[in-house]
DNA sequence: TTGGCTGCAAATCTTTTGCAGTTCG
DNA sequence: CGAACTGCAAAAGATTTGCAGCCAA
């Protein structure tokens, strides 16, 4: 069995455990969402997991979909991001370290990073002013290498 | 006259300047809808903007606003970023210093801030990925200093 | 058993778009 | 004059909600 499922079920667990804790049943369709949710590992909209989810059980509705998804922010499982384009993408708090994300104006492609720097400083800037940080998200707007070429081309 | 009016005609101008350098006309709702964009100074919604612009001229349509905010961030005067909530907010990208964004998650409350550091960091993952950067939004949530208070003494 | 959950469809909300008339350049 | 812009209303897209039936605890 490949490592990364040891660790969708190992945060699945947590999940389960976390809504039991709160009173929140653990449903079928749950198990299907909140799996699929971990396994795609890249951020994805709340549409893109409606889809893997059916292919798993078709009566999964989008609703469910959304109602886990808001489920997940909650519990603190799951993180919103801006990735440009009408709707927003989710992806998992827990299971991999946190990145961030360099995203090309020209083209869509999304570069993920992470900086021990830029999460130090942070938390420095949060302290200062009295916060407790939950989560954060930091998105970088340019144009990647590719499309500065082909643009400086034309 | 205040000093931030001084401001304000500044950018406009500027504003005005690259809307006719790339043949965009510059019409009185224009006018009227940068105006307040400008003078707001605050993040603020596309509605908000409306409301404010409404004041000025009743006719303005939303359509127009949203138009004219789509073209200031494409002009890359406006900046879209996600405060929470349903809908965008927009700033102003000059006219001040760049900033930051601590929210929190109990009373919504939202601090400003900037950060040099942070600023130099970016630039170098940036440079690291052969990205060229345009902009970027920093939002970090957490618990304000009342609200940890108040959530303490529940 | 029973209150929480589900799917469906309808409702909301935000943002975009088509169109006929208006206006800037 | 002619292309770009405007307001309106309709459309489009994303997300939420009401409801009747279903099911985990």
């Known amino acids: 069995m490949p490592v990364a499922n040891e660790i969708v079920v190992q945060v699945q667990e947590r999940?389960?455990?976390e809504a039991k804790r709160r009173g929140v049943r653990w449903t079928s369709q749950r198990q299907v969402i909140v799996e699929q949710?971990?396994?795609a590992g890249e951020?994805?909209?709340a549409d893109e997991l409606l889809v893997r989810s059916k292919e798993v059980d078709p009566a999964i509705?989008?609703?469910t979909v959304y109602r886990t998804l808001n489920l997940l922010v909650e519990i603190g499982v799951a993180q919103r991001v801006r990735?440009?384009?009408g709707s927003a993408s989710f992806?998992?708090?827990l299971g991999r370290a946190h990145h961030d994300h360099l995203i090309c104006l020209a083209c869509g492609l999304v570069v993920e990073f992470e900086d021990e720097g830029i999460e130090k400083r942070q938390n420095a800037i949060a302290k200062?002013?009295?916060f407790v940080l939950r989560h954060h998200r930091?998105?970088?707007f340019g144009l990647c290498p590719k499309c500065q070429e082909r643009l400086a081309a034309e």
Chains 1, 2 share one sequence.
């Open 83 to 85: 990735l440009g384009g």
């Open 43 to 45: 951020h994805l909209t």
């Open 61 to 63: 509705g989008a609703a």
């Open 138 to 140: 930091l998105e970088m």
């Open 37 to 39: 949710f971990l396994l």
């Open 15 to 17: 999940v389960r455990d």
């Open 91 to 93: 992806e998992p708090v």
């Open 128 to 130: 200062k002013h009295g």
